[in-house]
């Protein structure tokens, strides 16, 4: 079995702070790549950022610059430092993981359950 598990979310003002975690767990052989999403009330769910194991880093053009994402291979954890958040950044945000498991021969995506991300104006 499998967890990907995200913490961290909250209540912040504008201009505030939050860093996100997710960490994932199980019977895993290598990771690919971790990521994170978001979906907010009405709106399709995007891409926020994403690491791969060489560490290559993508992010949405409307978090360039305020958000940062890092990871940790030995503790098979992502992080998402979130600044200068904005009331536009308010959602849901889901941690993805590219996984291969032992004893499997291709690798699939692992989603967590989310975290709420609320910024007030």
């Known amino acids: 079995q499998v967890q990907v598990v995200e913490s961290g979310g909250g209540l912040v003002q504008a201009g505030g702070s939050l860093r996100l975690s997710c960490a994932a767990s199980g019977s895993i052989r290598s990771i690919y790549a971790m990521g994170w999403y978001r979906q907010a009330p009405g709106k399709e769910c995007e891409l926020v950022a994403s690491i791969n194991s060489r560490g290559t880093t993508t992010s949405a053009d409307s978090v360039k610059g305020r958000f940062s994402i890092s990871g940790d291979n030995v503790r098979k954890t992502v992080y998402l430092q979130m600044s200068r958040l904005e009331p536009e950044d308010t959602a849901v945000y889901y941690c993805?993981?590219?996984?291969?498991?032992?004893?499997?021969?291709?690798?699939?995506?692992?989603w967590g359950q989310g975290t709420q991300v609320t910024v007030s104006s």
């Open positions: 993805a993981a590219d996984l291969l498991l032992s004893g499997s021969s291709y690798r699939d995506r692992y």
